[in-house]
């Protein structure tokens, strides 16, 4: 079952312009990951921020979780065509070592 | 390092048939997942092993599915006999035991006709 619901399900922007993706979760976790999807391929890793971090920044994206809200939010900064892409936000507790993977958020960059 | 990798990328099969896929993990990650996507019900674990022991099946859709991890270095998720309702991507993940990061393959996409 899912965990998350990622919210917009959809978002359609103009390159340079920055896009920001939410996702809402339901129990505790021991940390959260975000992954980019490329049409018809797997799962890339982006950014991982543990349930002690608030905020968390690698190069273009920037990762915030607030914990009492059980909520994440990815923002890319100054996007670009090659962000077009789904991407999903992924929680891990404790005693499970498995993800579990939200609903996704279509990206689109238009150039 | 190659990365995950999977095996066929694409199967297209018939009703009732045996379909096994196939999946070689990083080598010296100990964890190793399957997942299933779906347009409807999105990603999904269906299993996971660690050190290749099934550590939790519970997301295995019924008895017509199996998995097995045979050695460190390859495991084959077997759908028998096979439904239309089975066509999805399915992916499998590896990672080790220090991290949580997960490294996916590029998945098998099916189809059951």
């Known amino acids: 079952s899912q965990q998350g619901e990622e919210d917009p399900q959809a978002l359609s922007i103009q390159e340079g312009e920055n896009a920001t993706m939410n996702c809402s979760y339901k129990?505790?976790?021991?940390?959260l990951q975000w992954y980019r999807q490329n049409s018809g391929r797997g799962l890339v890793h982006l950014i991982l921020i543990r349930s002690n971090e608030r905020e968390k920044h690698s190069g273009r994206l920037r990762v915030t979780l607030d914990t009492s809200k059980k909520s994440s939010s990815l923002l890319i900064t100054a996007s670009r065509a090659a962000d077009t892409a789904s991407y999903f936000c992924?929680?891990?507790?404790?005693?499970?070592?498995?993800?579990?993977f939200g609903s996704g958020t279509r990206l689109q960059v238009q150039p | 390092d190659a990365g995950v990798i999977q095996s066929p990328r694409h199967e297209v099969t018939e009703m009732g048939q045996e379909v096994t896929l196939r999946c070689k993990p990083i080598s010296g990650h100990d964890y190793l997942f399957w997942y299933r996507q779906t347009m409807m019900r999105g990603l999904e674990l269906l299993i996971y092993f660690n050190n290749n022991v099934p550590i939790d099946d519970s997301g295995m859709p019924e008895d017509r599915f199996s998995a097995k991890m045979p050695n460190a270095s390859f495991s084959t998720l077997k759908i028998q006999p096979s439904e239309p309702r089975d066509s999805a991507v399915y992916f499998c993940?590896?990672?080790?035991?220090?991290?949580?990061?997960?490294?996916f393959g590029p998945g098998t996409r099916l189809t059951v006709l």
């Open positions: 993940a590896s990672k080790g035991t220090k991290w949580d990061t997960q490294y």
């Open positions: 992924a929680t891990g507790d404790t005693g499970r070592r498995a993800l579990t």
């Open positions: 129990t505790s976790i021991n940390n």
